[in-house]
Protein backbone atom coordinates (compact mmCIF):
# COMPACT_ATOMS: atom_id res chain seq x y z
CA UNK A 1 0.00 0.00 0.00
CA UNK A 2 1.56 3.69 -0.74
CA UNK A 3 2.70 6.24 1.66
CA UNK A 4 -0.71 7.99 0.63
CA UNK A 5 -3.70 5.03 1.18
CA UNK A 6 -2.09 4.34 4.02
CA UNK A 7 -2.57 7.57 5.77
CA UNK A 8 -6.41 8.00 4.06
CA UNK A 9 -6.84 4.50 5.30
CA UNK A 10 -5.94 5.65 8.76
CA UNK A 11 -7.78 8.63 8.64
CA UNK A 12 -11.39 6.86 7.61
CA UNK A 13 -10.52 4.21 10.57
CA UNK A 14 -9.76 7.10 13.11
CA UNK A 15 -13.25 9.09 12.42
CA UNK A 16 -15.46 6.26 12.93
CA UNK A 17 -13.62 5.25 16.05
CA UNK A 18 -13.64 8.23 17.65
CA UNK A 19 -17.42 9.17 17.08
CA UNK A 20 -18.25 5.57 18.73
CA UNK A 21 -15.93 6.54 21.49
CA UNK A 22 -17.11 9.93 22.72
CA UNK A 23 -14.65 10.90 25.30
CA UNK A 24 -11.37 9.70 23.83
CA UNK A 25 -7.79 11.03 25.27
CA UNK A 26 -5.14 12.06 22.90
CA UNK A 27 -2.92 8.75 23.76
CA UNK A 28 -5.70 6.76 23.44
CA UNK A 29 -6.16 7.66 19.60
CA UNK A 30 -2.20 8.03 19.23
CA UNK A 31 -1.66 4.30 20.65
CA UNK A 32 -4.48 2.62 18.87
CA UNK A 33 -3.89 4.00 15.47
CA UNK A 34 -0.33 4.14 15.64
CA UNK A 35 0.70 7.94 15.91
CA UNK A 36 3.87 8.81 16.74
CA UNK A 37 3.51 12.35 18.37
CA UNK A 38 0.05 14.37 18.68
CA UNK A 39 1.56 16.61 16.07
CA UNK A 40 0.85 14.10 13.43
CA UNK A 41 -2.73 13.77 15.01
CA UNK A 42 -3.40 17.22 15.22
CA UNK A 43 -2.36 17.31 11.24
CA UNK A 44 -5.14 14.68 10.53
CA UNK A 45 -7.68 16.34 12.61
CA UNK A 46 -6.92 19.64 10.39
CA UNK A 47 -7.31 17.05 7.44
CA UNK A 48 -10.87 16.43 8.53
CA UNK A 49 -11.70 19.77 9.40
CA UNK A 50 -12.18 21.17 6.05
CA UNK A 51 -13.79 18.37 4.52
CA UNK A 52 -17.26 17.06 4.41
CA UNK A 53 -20.62 16.43 1.94
CA UNK A 54 -21.28 18.29 -1.29
CA UNK A 55 -22.72 21.43 -0.45
CA UNK A 56 -19.71 22.57 1.29
CA UNK A 57 -21.22 25.02 3.52
CA UNK A 58 -20.77 25.57 7.35
CA UNK A 59 -23.27 22.83 7.58
CA UNK A 60 -21.99 20.16 5.67
CA UNK A 61 -17.94 19.98 7.38
CA UNK A 62 -17.43 18.14 9.67
CA UNK A 63 -15.36 18.90 12.91
CA UNK A 64 -12.37 17.64 14.58
CA UNK A 65 -10.36 19.39 17.06
CA UNK A 66 -8.65 18.66 20.44
CA UNK A 67 -10.05 19.91 23.56
CA UNK A 68 -9.27 19.28 27.27
CA UNK A 69 -7.29 16.22 25.98
CA UNK A 70 -10.11 14.89 24.45
CA UNK A 71 -10.46 14.01 20.74
CA UNK A 72 -13.84 15.46 19.24
CA UNK A 73 -15.42 14.93 15.71
CA UNK A 74 -18.66 15.96 15.03
CA UNK A 75 -21.11 16.45 12.49
CA UNK A 76 -20.12 13.33 10.99
CA UNK A 77 -23.03 11.29 11.98
CA UNK A 78 -22.63 9.22 8.23
CA UNK A 79 -18.98 8.24 9.28
CA UNK A 80 -21.12 6.18 12.35
CA UNK A 81 -22.34 3.03 10.67
CA UNK A 82 -20.65 1.63 7.31
CA UNK A 83 -21.89 2.19 4.00
CA UNK A 84 -24.23 -0.54 2.25
CA UNK A 85 -22.36 -1.89 -0.69
CA UNK A 86 -24.40 -2.74 -4.21
CA UNK A 87 -23.87 -6.75 -5.07
CA UNK A 88 -20.92 -6.00 -7.12
CA UNK A 89 -18.78 -4.52 -4.39
CA UNK A 90 -19.77 -7.12 -2.50
CA UNK A 91 -18.96 -9.81 -4.27
CA UNK A 92 -15.04 -7.95 -5.21
CA UNK A 93 -14.76 -7.71 -1.03
CA UNK A 94 -15.54 -11.59 -1.10
CA UNK A 95 -12.89 -12.86 -3.72
CA UNK A 96 -10.17 -10.92 -2.70
CA UNK A 97 -10.56 -12.20 0.94
CA UNK A 98 -10.71 -15.78 -0.32
CA UNK A 99 -7.94 -14.69 -2.55
CA UNK A 100 -5.75 -13.42 0.43
CA UNK A 101 -7.09 -16.32 2.47
CA UNK A 102 -5.73 -19.00 -0.59
CA UNK A 103 -2.38 -17.10 -0.85
CA UNK A 104 -1.60 -18.47 2.97
CA UNK A 105 -1.27 -14.93 4.32
CA UNK A 106 -4.62 -14.20 5.48
CA UNK A 107 -5.44 -13.92 9.53
CA UNK A 108 -7.58 -15.82 11.77
CA UNK A 109 -9.40 -12.52 11.73
CA UNK A 110 -9.91 -12.54 8.00
CA UNK A 111 -11.18 -15.72 7.64
CA UNK A 112 -13.85 -15.22 10.25
CA UNK A 113 -14.88 -12.09 8.26
CA UNK A 114 -14.80 -14.18 4.76
CA UNK A 115 -17.16 -16.90 6.18
CA UNK A 116 -19.78 -14.46 7.70
CA UNK A 117 -19.86 -12.11 4.32
CA UNK A 118 -20.18 -15.49 2.36
CA UNK A 119 -22.64 -16.68 4.65
CA UNK A 120 -24.90 -13.43 4.70
CA UNK A 121 -23.94 -12.77 0.34
CA UNK A 122 -24.26 -16.42 -0.89
CA UNK A 123 -25.61 -19.44 1.58
CA UNK A 124 -23.73 -21.76 -0.41
CA UNK A 125 -20.47 -19.45 -1.42
CA UNK A 126 -18.27 -22.28 -0.77
CA UNK A 127 -20.02 -24.18 -3.80
CA UNK A 128 -20.55 -21.28 -6.03
CA UNK A 129 -17.25 -19.29 -5.63
CA UNK A 130 -14.10 -20.62 -5.52
CA UNK A 131 -10.82 -19.11 -5.27
CA UNK A 132 -7.42 -21.37 -6.26
CA UNK A 133 -3.80 -19.84 -6.09
CA UNK A 134 -0.49 -21.83 -5.70
CA UNK A 135 0.30 -22.71 -2.55
CA UNK A 136 3.50 -20.60 -1.38
CA UNK A 137 6.66 -21.59 -3.51
CA UNK A 138 9.73 -23.11 -1.01
CA UNK A 139 11.67 -20.50 -2.07
CA UNK A 140 9.30 -17.51 -0.75
CA UNK A 141 10.24 -18.09 2.89
CA UNK A 142 14.13 -17.84 2.01
CA UNK A 143 14.11 -15.01 0.07
CA UNK A 144 11.47 -13.18 2.25
CA UNK A 145 13.75 -14.07 5.37
CA UNK A 146 17.14 -12.61 3.08
CA UNK A 147 14.77 -9.21 2.70
CA UNK A 148 14.46 -8.92 6.82
CA UNK A 149 17.93 -9.59 7.45
CA UNK A 150 18.94 -7.41 4.52
CA UNK A 151 20.89 -10.05 2.80
CA UNK A 152 22.19 -10.30 -0.82
CA UNK A 153 21.08 -13.07 -2.22
CA UNK A 154 21.94 -14.99 -5.91
CA UNK A 155 19.59 -16.37 -8.02
CA UNK A 156 19.52 -17.81 -11.12
CA UNK A 157 16.75 -16.80 -13.31
CA UNK A 158 15.40 -18.16 -16.70
CA UNK A 159 13.67 -15.19 -18.56
CA UNK A 160 10.67 -16.25 -20.83
CA UNK A 161 11.28 -14.13 -23.85
CA UNK A 162 15.06 -15.34 -24.60
CA UNK A 163 15.02 -18.60 -22.54
CA UNK A 164 17.92 -17.29 -21.09
CA UNK A 165 19.63 -18.36 -17.95
CA UNK A 166 20.93 -15.62 -15.96
CA UNK A 167 22.53 -15.38 -12.45
CA UNK A 168 22.26 -11.89 -10.57
CA UNK A 169 23.02 -10.70 -7.40
CA UNK A 170 19.46 -9.57 -5.98
CA UNK A 171 18.98 -7.18 -2.82
CA UNK A 172 15.34 -8.67 -2.09
CA UNK A 173 12.67 -5.95 -0.58
CA UNK A 174 9.19 -7.48 -0.49
CA UNK A 175 7.69 -11.50 -1.26
CA UNK A 176 4.18 -10.70 -2.79
CA UNK A 177 1.02 -12.91 -4.37
CA UNK A 178 -0.31 -11.73 -7.37
CA UNK A 179 -2.97 -12.47 -10.32
CA UNK A 180 -1.80 -16.39 -9.04
CA UNK A 181 2.02 -15.63 -9.50
CA UNK A 182 4.17 -15.38 -6.65
CA UNK A 183 6.80 -12.55 -7.45
CA UNK A 184 9.81 -10.59 -5.79
CA UNK A 185 10.78 -7.36 -5.94
CA UNK A 186 14.06 -6.10 -5.63
CA UNK A 187 17.21 -4.21 -6.63
CA UNK A 188 19.20 -6.02 -9.60
CA UNK A 189 23.04 -5.39 -9.63
CA UNK A 190 22.92 -6.59 -13.16
CA UNK A 191 20.29 -4.04 -14.45
CA UNK A 192 21.44 -1.98 -12.06
CA UNK A 193 17.80 -0.88 -10.68
CA UNK A 194 14.33 -1.88 -9.59
CA UNK A 195 13.12 -5.43 -10.70
CA UNK A 196 10.23 -7.98 -10.02
CA UNK A 197 11.21 -11.68 -10.51
CA UNK A 198 8.34 -14.39 -10.55
CA UNK A 199 9.40 -17.03 -7.99
CA UNK A 200 8.44 -20.01 -10.31
CA UNK A 201 11.14 -18.77 -12.39
CA UNK A 202 13.83 -18.65 -10.05
CA UNK A 203 15.94 -22.00 -10.49
CA UNK A 204 18.20 -21.36 -7.55
CA UNK A 205 18.65 -18.53 -4.95
CA UNK A 206 21.51 -18.70 -2.62
CA UNK A 207 21.98 -16.61 0.17
CA UNK A 208 25.06 -14.69 0.43
CA UNK A 209 26.99 -13.53 4.06
CA UNK A 210 27.03 -9.55 1.95
CA UNK A 211 24.39 -7.47 3.74
CA UNK A 212 22.68 -4.42 2.23
CA UNK A 213 21.01 -1.51 3.85
CA UNK A 214 17.71 -1.56 2.24
CA UNK A 215 15.75 1.44 1.34
CA UNK A 216 13.56 3.19 3.84
CA UNK A 217 10.60 2.63 3.33
CA UNK A 218 10.97 -0.13 1.65
CA UNK A 219 9.09 0.18 -1.99
CA UNK A 220 5.90 -0.84 -2.29
CA UNK A 221 5.32 -3.83 -4.65
CA UNK A 222 4.39 -1.91 -8.35
CA UNK A 223 0.65 -1.52 -9.02
CA UNK A 224 0.11 -2.43 -12.30
CA UNK A 225 2.63 -4.02 -15.07
CA UNK A 226 6.16 -2.98 -14.90
CA UNK A 227 8.11 -4.01 -18.25
CA UNK A 228 11.84 -5.91 -17.84
CA UNK A 229 14.10 -6.92 -20.30
CA UNK A 230 12.63 -10.67 -20.48
CA UNK A 231 9.66 -9.52 -21.68
CA UNK A 232 7.38 -11.27 -24.25
CA UNK A 233 6.62 -8.39 -26.69
CA UNK A 234 3.74 -8.17 -29.11
CA UNK A 235 2.90 -5.80 -31.79
CA UNK A 236 -0.15 -5.08 -32.13
CA UNK A 237 -2.73 -2.69 -34.29
CA UNK A 238 -5.94 -1.33 -32.37
CA UNK A 239 -8.48 -0.06 -34.02
CA UNK A 240 -11.34 2.33 -33.21
CA UNK A 241 -13.10 -0.11 -31.30
CA UNK A 242 -9.99 -1.36 -28.67
CA UNK A 243 -8.67 2.45 -28.62
CA UNK A 244 -9.39 2.53 -25.22
CA UNK A 245 -6.71 0.18 -24.39
CA UNK A 246 -4.30 3.03 -24.68
CA UNK A 247 -5.80 4.29 -21.85
CA UNK A 248 -6.46 0.90 -19.45
CA UNK A 249 -2.63 -0.40 -20.02
CA UNK A 250 1.24 0.52 -19.97
CA UNK A 251 2.01 0.40 -23.96
CA UNK A 252 4.32 2.13 -26.44
CA UNK A 253 2.28 3.45 -29.14
CA UNK A 254 4.19 3.40 -32.72
CA UNK A 255 1.68 4.86 -34.40
CA UNK A 256 -1.13 6.92 -33.62
CA UNK A 257 -4.16 7.79 -35.79
CA UNK A 258 -7.87 9.72 -34.80
CA UNK A 259 -9.31 5.93 -35.79
CA UNK A 260 -6.29 3.46 -34.97
CA UNK A 261 -3.17 2.94 -33.24
CA UNK A 262 -0.09 0.55 -33.14
CA UNK A 263 1.75 -0.39 -30.16
CA UNK A 264 3.89 -2.47 -28.38
CA UNK A 265 2.33 -4.80 -25.59
CA UNK A 266 5.14 -5.69 -23.09
CA UNK A 267 4.28 -9.16 -20.88
CA UNK A 268 5.40 -11.49 -18.83
CA UNK A 269 3.06 -14.17 -20.32
CA UNK A 270 2.11 -14.68 -23.84
CA UNK A 271 -1.27 -15.61 -22.55
CA UNK A 272 -2.20 -12.52 -21.13
CA UNK A 273 -1.92 -10.70 -24.99
CA UNK A 274 -3.44 -13.63 -26.11
CA UNK A 275 -6.68 -13.34 -23.73
CA UNK A 276 -6.88 -9.86 -24.76
CA UNK A 277 -6.52 -9.81 -28.39
CA UNK A 278 -9.10 -12.55 -28.13
CA UNK A 279 -11.66 -10.07 -26.25
CA UNK A 280 -10.94 -7.08 -28.89
CA UNK A 281 -11.83 -9.61 -31.47
CA UNK A 282 -11.97 -7.38 -35.07
CA UNK A 283 -10.97 -4.43 -33.33
CA UNK A 284 -7.29 -5.62 -33.27
CA UNK A 285 -4.73 -7.54 -35.26
CA UNK A 286 -1.55 -8.98 -33.87
CA UNK A 287 1.42 -7.69 -36.06
CA UNK A 288 4.26 -9.27 -34.57
CA UNK A 289 4.65 -11.62 -31.49
CA UNK A 290 5.29 -15.50 -32.54
CA UNK A 291 4.93 -16.56 -28.64
CA UNK A 292 1.45 -14.37 -28.35
CA UNK A 293 0.41 -15.64 -31.63
CA UNK A 294 1.01 -19.65 -30.10
CA UNK A 295 -0.55 -18.41 -27.07
CA UNK A 296 -3.53 -17.38 -29.32
CA UNK A 297 -3.97 -20.36 -31.95
CA UNK A 298 -4.36 -22.53 -28.47
CA UNK A 299 -6.28 -20.44 -26.48
CA UNK A 300 -8.80 -20.25 -29.69
CA UNK A 301 -8.32 -24.15 -30.11
CA UNK A 302 -9.45 -24.47 -26.21
CA UNK A 303 -12.57 -22.12 -26.35
CA UNK A 304 -13.66 -24.02 -30.09
CA UNK A 305 -13.21 -27.32 -28.23
CA UNK A 306 -15.38 -26.68 -25.26
CA UNK A 307 -18.16 -25.17 -27.52
CA UNK A 308 -18.09 -28.21 -29.30
CA UNK A 309 -18.82 -30.08 -26.24
CA UNK A 310 -22.00 -28.43 -26.06
Keep these: MSRTATHLTRILALI ?17 FGYESTR ?31 VIVDMAD ?3 SAPNLTAAESLALLAAGMTVLA ?55 TGLARGEHTVRDVEPWTVYASMGNWYVSAH ?33 PPIGYVATEDDVVATIELRRGALWVLE ?7 ERSEDSAVVRFSTYEPLVAAQL ?34
Excluded at 18 to 27: F, K, R, Y
Excluded at 48 to 65: E, I, N
Aim: aromatic share 8%.
Design 16 to 32: PWVIAHPGSSVDDVCAR
Design 40 to 70: DLLRDLDLVFVCGLPGYGPGDLMVAYVEDDQ
Design 78 to 80: YFA
Design 103 to 157: SGQGSDELGSAVDKLGRALLPDADEMLFVDMDAEPELAETLRKAAVEGRVVEIEY
Design 188 to 220: CRRAGGERVFRLDRVRRATVRDETFVPPSPRPE
Design 248 to 254: YYRLEVV
Design 277 to 310: LLRLGPNATLLDGPQVAAALATLRTSLLTRYAAF
